[in-house]
């Protein structure tokens, strides 16, 4: 504990903040890993479903928070000197990474249930029916995805077009990271590179692609609640109120991290040799970035997604009650309740579920 005590290391309010934030990461980390476990024994037989991708994403991210923040209070009282470069670097844009692909993949969900409703003028009930690896019945079909499967193991023919897409532009993202902490590594040395330079316009970047996710989510969350409000049934008038808090909080959150990101040196805190930190402002700055801009989107999420699926879903023919735009069901569905006008919902109410 000596070492804490040396005058490299950050004040005591900000020393407090960090670890209380890493304690409130390591709770949403392990409700989202232990609802994981859970979902995971209700419906093993399925794979890997969309609820499941996203409490993995959540977790995860959560996870890299609480290492970032740990090792970077570490690191600035031991001295490190690669953790306020690169080393330090990569593990603050990791974390976010994965919390901006569970977002985008949030989003894709929500063009896919925009889409469906404008292409075929219903709802197929909930596009969450289904598990994120769709199966197919056709043997042709079946043949090729065996085929796709011993050079992709995770099955990636199986998952839709838009979530291919998500895939692709988290993996690019990521080679983002490692070339800008390569640059940063570079920049070291004798030569023109600024590192600071470098990781300054990384989180520009970061700033305007959470902007852009955020006005996405905004535009899509406005379609669906327009949807869903033509509806006159309980259950989609309570998805729309979902969906309407989800779009407000992660428009709020996001914009408040992005500005935190634009405009102070709170990302960078863990090259320590910037100094430029105010006690108090720099605290609530710090809750403003990491409690606001990821814990509590990240929460609710988390309640949103709270229903388990049926214990025995092999084994059911009918329709369960899923979160209509982010959840899964366990089970195939042979008949789906189709949402397409208030009449028609009201007619078919007295034999299926109405979700």
């Known amino acids: 504990m000596s070492g804490f005590r040396d005058a490299r290391c950050f004040p005591r309010p900000i020393l407090a903040v960090n670890l209380a934030l890493a304690l409130l990461h390591v709770v949403v980390a392990f409700l989202a890993f232990f609802q994981l476990l859970r979902i995971h024994m209700r419906n093993a037989q399925l794979g890997w479903t969309r609820q499941k991708v996203f409490h993995v ?136 590179i600024d590192s600071e330079v470098a990781a300054r316009i990384y989180l520009y970047l970061s700033a305007i692609g959470m902007l852009l996710l955020g006005g996405a989510l905004a535009c899509y969350g406005i379609l669906l609640c327009l949807k869903m409000s033509r509806v006159r049934a309980e259950k989609p008038s309570s998805e729309m109120w979902k969906v309407a808090g989800l779009t407000i909080v992660s428009v709020l959150c996001f914009t408040s991290s992005s500005c935190v990101e634009l405009l ?25 970035y990491y409690f606001v801009g990821s814990s509590i989107p990240s929460a609710l999420v988390l309640w949103v997604m709270r229903e388990l699926p049926p214990e025995e879903a092999a084994s059911i023919s009918e329709e369960s009650s899923t979160i209509a735009f982010v959840a899964d069901s366990s089970i195939a569905i042979h008949h789906p309740q189709r949402w397409t006008t208030a009449t028609s919902m009201q007619n078919q109410t007295s034999r299926a579920s109405p979700i």
């Open 57 to 192: 994403l959540i977790g995860s991210s959560n996870l890299g928070y609480v290492i970032y923040l740990a090792l970077t209070l570490v690191a600035a009282c031991k001295g490190w000197t690669c953790w306020s470069h690169s080393c330090g670097f990569v593990f603050m844009a990791f974390p976010k990474v994965l919390f901006f692909a569970a977002f985008l993949l949030l989003l894709s969900f929500w063009v896919d249930l925009c889409h469906q409703a404008d292409d075929d003028d219903d709802y197929e009930g909930s596009f969450c029916d289904n598990p994120l690896l769709e199966k197919t019945s056709n043997e042709s079909n079946l043949a090729s995805i065996d085929s796709h499967r011993k050079c992709f193991p995770f099955w990636f023919a199986r998952v839709g077009n838009r979530q291919k897409i998500v895939i692709l532009v988290t993996l690019l993202v990521f080679i983002i990271v490692v070339a800008f902490a390569v640059v940063i590594w570079i920049g070291l040395g004798k030569n023109p």
């Open 264 to 288: 102070t040196d709170i990302p960078m805190q863990y090259n320590w040799h910037l100094r430029r930190l105010n006690d108090v402002y720099s605290s609530l700055l710090l809750i403003l």
